[in-house]
């Protein structure tokens, strides 16, 4: 490439060199001309002889051009045109620096023959071979610039717009899309260098994102396999909370029957975040009656504190499962957060049955009522020294999404509520 812009600029180097050269030469080869008597005597006589009949005159036989005026001025003859275009009179010839001289016959003056002058012809002859020269030099330069503009146009700006793209496909994060290398452009070796990156970004990012599938999977597969263990001590706290004698023994089987809930909650959490991630947190809709809810909201309320209101009769299209796990957080969240009695409404509002759940805790600042539901956000009030991971209401709102309803957080005065809008059959 470096070699094609040094033949280039020599290239121009030498085209300056010859056309100065060649306009030295033109210009220098003008030179005095004397003026040749004997042939413009000659011109004469033979004017003199043919005076009677002029156009009998072979002007073609002189080696120069001759305008014959009358004896009255008016123009008789005229071997070129062109040469006497602007003489109109004999003064004219004068001024223009043209040879004259006179016709006589004896003592009768006949008339005036004029020619042009030598050396004005030798310079009007260089002066036009000048503007020939300097028209044809300055046209092969315009060529030779186009041709260059034309070659770094190809060679180095539109590569460097690829460049220029390219690296803007890289900062967006495209890097399937390959950069063309071509090998008689400046950029050649960088532009391989480039897509040679872009190749270990890629093979980098498919590293990465195949890391975080396996650390994904080792949480699901850890949070599923958890969920066994403390489903059984669930099941024995059940047990001594049957046959235990002493109130001490009986408390602190609830606390773990408690604790062992909340583990429980957030293992169920994990794993529907672990899937969600992965693309397989499903569900499978069926047609349930609406006193499910009831159920589901008694098999959660450990604490009994919830007020629910009369179910309306109707037929809901939800993944049982699910609808449990999104109503447990709920719950759950109220009793860590709030610690009050928890209200259930419900109504219809169109294809939907709201259920609304309110608690009359702290509830939350106004300003993080739309992060709420964001993965890992945990509002301000009343989380200090609370376990948590904020996963509960973001993975029950994409539960609701999944099962063609919503979760809706709502600010009260006194309290906060949380409204699902559960999908009808």
Same mark, same amino acid.
């Given at each position: 490439? %470096?070699?094609?812009?040094?033949?280039? &600029?020599?290239?121009?180097?030498?085209?300056?060199?010859?056309?100065?050269?060649?306009?030295?030469?033109?210009?220098?080869?003008?030179?005095?001309?004397?003026?040749?008597?004997?042939?413009?005597?000659?011109?004469?006589?033979?004017?003199?002889?043919?005076?009677?009949? #002029?156009?009998?005159? =072979?002007?073609?036989?002189?080696? @120069? =051009?001759?305008?014959?005026?009358?004896?009255?001025?008016?123009?008789?003859?005229?071997?070129?045109?062109?040469? &006497?275009?602007?003489?109109?009179? $004999?003064?004219?010839?004068?001024? *223009?620096?043209?040879? @004259?001289?006179?016709?006589?016959?004896?003592?009768?003056?006949?008339? @005036?023959?004029?020619?042009?002058?030598?050396?004005?012809?030798?310079?009007?002859?260089?002066?036009?071979?000048?503007?020939?020269?300097?028209?044809?030099?300055?046209?092969?330069?315009?060529?030779?610039?186009?041709?260059?503009?034309?070659?770094?146009?190809?060679?180095?700006?539109? $590569? &460097?717009?690829?460049?220029?793209?390219?690296?803007?496909?890289?900062?967006?994060?495209?890097?399937?899309?390959?950069?063309?290398?071509?090998?008689?452009?400046?950029?050649?070796? &960088?532009?391989?260098?480039?897509?040679?990156?872009?190749?270990?970004?890629?093979?980098?990012? *498919? +590293?990465?994102?195949?890391?975080? %599938?396996?650390?994904?999977?080792?949480?699901?597969?850890?949070?599923?396999?958890?969920?066994? $263990?403390?489903?059984?001590?669930?099941?024995?706290?059940?047990?001594?909370?049957?046959?235990?004698?002493?109130?001490?023994?009986?408390?602190?089987? *609830?606390?773990?029957? !408690?604790?062992?809930?909340?583990?429980?909650?957030?293992?169920?959490?994990?794993?529907?975040?672990?899937?969600? =991630?992965?693309?397989?947190?499903?569900?499978?809709?069926? *047609?349930?009656?609406?006193?499910?809810?009831?159920?589901?909201?008694?098999?959660?309320?450990?604490?009994?504190?919830?007020?629910?209101?009369?179910?309306? =009769?109707?037929?809901?299209?939800?993944?049982?499962? +699910?609808?449990? !796990?999104?109503?447990?957080?709920?719950?759950?969240?109220?009793?860590?957060?709030?610690?009050?009695?928890?209200?259930?409404?419900?109504?219809?509002?169109?294809?939907?049955?709201?259920?609304?759940?309110?608690?009359?805790?702290?509830?939350?600042? $106004?300003?993080?009522?739309?992060?709420?539901?964001?993965?890992?956000?945990?509002?301000?009030?009343?989380?200090?020294?609370?376990?948590?991971?904020?996963?509960?209401?973001?993975?029950?709102?994409?539960?609701?999404?999944?099962?063609?309803?919503?979760?809706?957080?709502?600010?009260?005065?006194?309290?906060?509520?949380?409204?699902? !809008?559960?999908? #009808?059959?």
């Amino acid at each position: 490439m %470096m070699k094609g812009f040094r033949r280039f &600029f020599i290239y121009l180097t030498i085209l300056l060199i010859v056309s100065i050269s060649l306009l030295i030469i033109v210009a220098g080869s003008t030179r005095y001309v004397q003026i040749d008597t004997i042939q413009l005597n000659g011109v004469v006589e033979t004017v003199k002889e043919n005076w009677g009949n #002029l156009d009998a005159i =072979d002007g073609s036989r002189f080696d @120069t =051009d001759f305008l014959v005026f009358g004896s009255s001025n008016e123009r008789l003859f005229s071997s070129s045109e062109e040469a &006497f275009k602007d003489i109109k009179v $004999p003064l004219d010839a004068v001024r *223009e620096g043209m040879v @004259t001289m006179s016709v006589s016959d004896g003592e009768v003056f006949l008339g @005036t023959v004029v020619f042009p002058n030598p050396t004005k012809v030798a310079i009007n002859r260089t002066i036009k071979r000048l503007v020939v020269v300097t028209i044809i030099t300055i046209l092969v330069m315009i060529i030779s610039y186009i041709t260059f503009i034309y070659f770094i146009n190809k060679n180095i700006i539109k $590569p &460097f717009n690829r460049m220029k793209e390219f690296a803007g496909y890289i900062a967006q994060g495209r890097l399937d899309e390959p950069l063309l290398i071509e090998q008689n452009n400046i950029f050649g070796v &960088f532009t391989e260098s480039f897509d040679i990156m872009r190749e270990e970004l890629k093979a980098a990012r *498919e +590293r990465e994102t195949e890391l975080k %599938m396996k650390e994904k999977e080792l949480v699901a597969s850890l949070s599923h396999d958890l969920k066994t $263990p403390v489903t059984g001590i669930k099941a024995i706290c059940g047990v001594l909370s049957v046959k235990a004698q002493d109130e001490y023994t009986k408390a602190k089987v *609830e606390n773990i029957e !408690q604790k062992t809930e909340e583990i429980s909650t957030l293992l169920n959490d994990l794993l529907a975040s672990a899937l969600d =991630d992965l693309g397989e947190m499903n569900v499978r809709l069926t *047609e349930e009656t609406s006193d499910v809810l009831s159920k589901l909201v008694e098999e959660h309320d450990i604490h009994n504190k919830v007020k629910a209101g009369e179910i309306p =009769d109707c037929i809901l299209k939800i993944d049982r499962s +699910r609808m449990s !796990q999104v109503i447990g957080n709920i719950i759950n969240n109220s009793y860590k957060y709030a610690n009050t009695n928890i209200d259930i409404t419900y109504s219809f509002s169109g294809a939907f049955l709201e259920m609304t759940l309110r608690d009359y805790g702290e509830g939350v600042n $106004p300003d993080e009522i739309g992060f709420l539901t964001n993965k890992f956000y945990r509002g301000k009030n009343n989380t200090a020294g609370k376990e948590g991971s904020g996963l509960g209401l973001y993975i029950s709102s994409e539960l609701m999404k999944k099962m063609g309803g919503q979760l809706i957080c709502i600010l009260e005065k006194k309290g906060f509520s949380v409204m699902l !809008q559960i999908p #009808l059959a």
